[in-house]
C-alpha cells in the first residue's frame, strides 16, 4: 500500500514501513523498519537542524538549517553540499558535474513495471514513481514497486534527458537507502570453489564497498547483503536485506559519516562505466531488492526465498519438482562416448536417477579445453549417431536428457574463429589475455547474438533435450567491441543486455527445457540469471563440508530451489578430501540433488546407499525444494551447522545436523527446532543410513547401519527446550545407543506431526 500525504510518501508492505517526505524539494528519507500506523504527522521522523552546521555549504543560501550534508536523503548527487558518497555522476549538457534535482510530480498506479532490456520482479503490488528535474532539463524518476506479502521493495532508477546536448552518466544508483542507525555487515565473499562465504564486521566512520569487475556478478562478492542490527541473530532482530537483479559488474557501498549516518547504496559497477544519453533518450537501471525483517536473518531469508519462488523464477519450471540427475562431468571429463554414456545411464536409472546431463566435450573436436568452443556440432567420433539417437536411447530407458552448452565463448582454435576473429571481445591493437584458454564473443553486436541463437536453438530442436546446462567459464578481460568506437565506457553494460537479449530469445523459445545456469560453477549466482533459469551450479565444489558452508552461505538470500547440489566421488576433486558417501548425500539433498561420479564404480553396498538416498530425497523432495528454511546453527562459526526445512502446513519438517571434526570425549549435542506448531506433536525419527567405518567404503554388515533415533514432543517444547541427542560415541566403549558421527559424519532428522500420515 503506497500513500501520499502531506508531503510523506508512505510504501507499507504487510510488516514493514518505508516514509520519505518533500524538504525543499528534495526527498528526506525518514523510516525503514518495522510497520508503523498511519495517522501521524512523522515530524518525529524529521532531521532537526535549526542551528545549522559548521564548516558547512548551504544548499540554499537563505536557509541556514538546510544542510544536505546531514540530511538522510533517497537519492544523493553531487555539486550542491552533500559531501558523501553519491548515488549519480553525470557529465551535464554544461560538462560540469554539478546536478540538483527536485520534486515535479509522482504517480501511484497498481502493478509492477518493465525495464526496457533487463530482467525485472513480476507480480507487483503497487509502484510510486517520483519525478525529479534538473533545470538543464534532465529528469530522474525513482521506482519503487511493493511486494507486500514477503516485505519487499524493488526500486531503480531512469534519467531522461530532456537537454539539447548529450550527457555522459558516469555513475548511476539502482537506489540508496540512508540510514540514521549503526549497523553491522554481513557479505558473501569468496572465489572459485569457496563461493559465498559469509563475512560480518561492525561498521564505524568510513567507507566498505562490495563489487566485482569480472564482468559477471561473480564469486568473489556476491550482491547480496544484509544490513543487520548490532544484536540481530539468526531468529531475533532487525535486518534489511538488499540484492541487484543484474549479472554484471556490481557495487556497492556503505558509508558510515562523521554524523553517524549510514549511507547504503547499490547498482551498476561505476568502474569503466560511461554511459551516453542523447537529447530525447532515457537510461533505466537495473532493478534492486530491499526488504525488512524484524524476525532476524532467518525472518529475511524467508522473506528473499519467497520474493525469489513468487516474482523471480517464472516459466514452466519455477514451482515444478526438479527431476534428480547424473552428470557425467566428474566421471568422465572429456574422455566419453556414447557407450560410456549409456552404461553411466543404465546404472543410473536403476539407482533411480530421472536425468542423464552430457557436460562439456561433446561438440566439435573438443577432448581437453583447448578448443571448439563456438562450434556447436556433435563429435561423431564420441557420439557416432549424433546427440538424437543418444537421447533417444536416454529416452527408452526412461530417463531425460540434457545437454551442456558454453555460448558465449569462442576458442580460438575453433571454425567459428577462423571465419570471424572480429567476434571475440579484444582491443585491436592488443594481444589479448586468455582465460581457459579461451576468449569472450562480443555479445554487444547483433550478429553475434543471432549466432548463438540460431546455433544453440538449432541443437535443441535436432533432438530430445529437456534440460541446459549454460556454462560461461572466464572472467572479461580486454574489454571492447570493435561496432562501440569511442564509447567502449558501454561495453560491459551491453554485453549483459546482450546476453539478457538472448536468453529471453532461447528460453523463450524453449519454454519446456529445465535451463541451469552455470559459471564455473557459482560465479554468476544471481537474481538477473534467475529471471531466465529457475535454478543454478552452486559451486564446482562438491567437498561434504565445504558445500555446508557454500550452500549455507548462499542461502542468506536464495532458497533451495535454486540450488544444484550433487554427491560426487572422493577423494573429492577439489579438496583431495574423504568424507563418507551419507554426509555428502545429507547436505546435497538441501538442495537440487544430483551426482556427479561414476555409478559403474560404485561397489553394490554403495549402490544400495544410493537407492535409498534417491528415494527418501524423492518422498521428501518437495519440501527439500519448496519448504521453509532455517539456518539452526551457524556452520561458519561453530564445530557443526545445523539446517532445518519446514513444510507449509507446519505439519513435517527436516533437519540436517552437520558435523565437521569429532571431538574426543565430546558435549552433549543438541537440537533446536523452528518454524514448528507449538501445538502439534511431532514424531522424530533419524534417517537410517550406512556408516563407513573403512573411507569410501560401506560395509555390509547390518550392525553398520546407524543406531536408530526416535524422540518425541510438541511443538512449544522442540523449539524452546530442543532435544538432548543420543551420546556421540565418547571415545571408549562404543555401544549401540552411541551416535557414532566421527570426522564429517551428518544425519537427517525427520519430524512428523501425529496429523501427518
Ligand atoms: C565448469 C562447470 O562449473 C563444471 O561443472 C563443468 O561443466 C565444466 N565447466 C565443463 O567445462
Known sequence: M???KEDVFKIDTDSSSYVFGLNHGMLESMYYGKKIRDGSDYYALREKSSGGYPNTVLTENDDKTFVMDNLCLEYSF????DFRNTAIEIRMPDSSFVCDFRYSSHKIYDGGYKIPGLPFAIKGDQTLEVNLIDLSGLELILY???????????????????ADK????????SMQLDLSDSFKLLTFNGLWARERHKDEKNLSYGEVVCSSVTGASSNRQSPFMVLADRECTQSSGCCIGYNLIYSSNHYESVQVSGYDKTRFMGGINPAFFEWRVGPNDTFFTPQAVISFSSCGLNGLSQNMHGFVRENIIRGEWAKKERPVLINNWEATYFNFDEKKLLEIAKVSKDLGIELLVLDDGWFGLRNDDTTSLGDWYENRKKLPGGLSSLAEKINEMGMMFGLWFEPEMVSPISDLYAIHPEWAVKVPSRKPSLGRNQLVLDLTRKDVRDYIVNAVSNILNSANIQYVKWDMNRHITDAYSQELGARQGEFYHRYILGLYDILERVCGAFPHVLFESCA?????????????????????????????????????GFPLCTM???????PNHQTMRTTPLESRFNVACFGLLGYELDPTKLSDNEKLAVK???????????LFQFGDFFRIKDGFESEHAVWEVVSADKKQSISGFFQKLFVPNPPSDKLFFKGLDEELFYKISCREQYLEFVPGRLSDDEGFLSNKEEYGGYGDLLMNG????????????????????????????????????
Open 612 to 622: 535409498e538416498q534417491i528415494k527418501f530425497y524423492k518422498k521428501y523432495r518437495k
Open 520 to 556: 564455473s560453477g557459482g560465479d554468476r549466482f544471481d537474481l538477473g540469471m534467475l529471471c531466465y533459469m529457475p535454478q543454478i551450479w552452486c559451486s564446482d565444489n562438491t567437498d561434504y563440508y565445504e558445500r555446508v558452508l557454500i550452500q549455507e552461505g548462499t542461502s542468506y
Open 166 to 173: 548529450d550527457i555522459y552518466i558516469r555513475k548511476i544508483m
Open 722 to 757: 530442543g532435544i538432548k541427542l543420543n551420546q556421540q560415541y565418547p571415545s571408549i566403549r562404543y555401544n549401540q545407543g552411541s551416535r557414532l558421527m566421527g570426522d564429517f559424519g551428518s544425519r537427517l532428522y525427520i519430524a512428523r506431526s501425529e496429523e501427518e500420515k
Open 78 to 81: 553531487p555539486g550542491k553540499g
Open 144 to 162: 519503487y514497486t511493493v511486494f507486500s506479502k514477503t516485505d519487499v521493495i524493488a526500486r531503480s532508477v531512469c534519467i531522461k534527458n530532456g
Open 564 to 570: 544444484g547440489a550433487h554427491v560426487s566421488a572422493v
Open 2 to 4: 503506497i500513500t501520499f
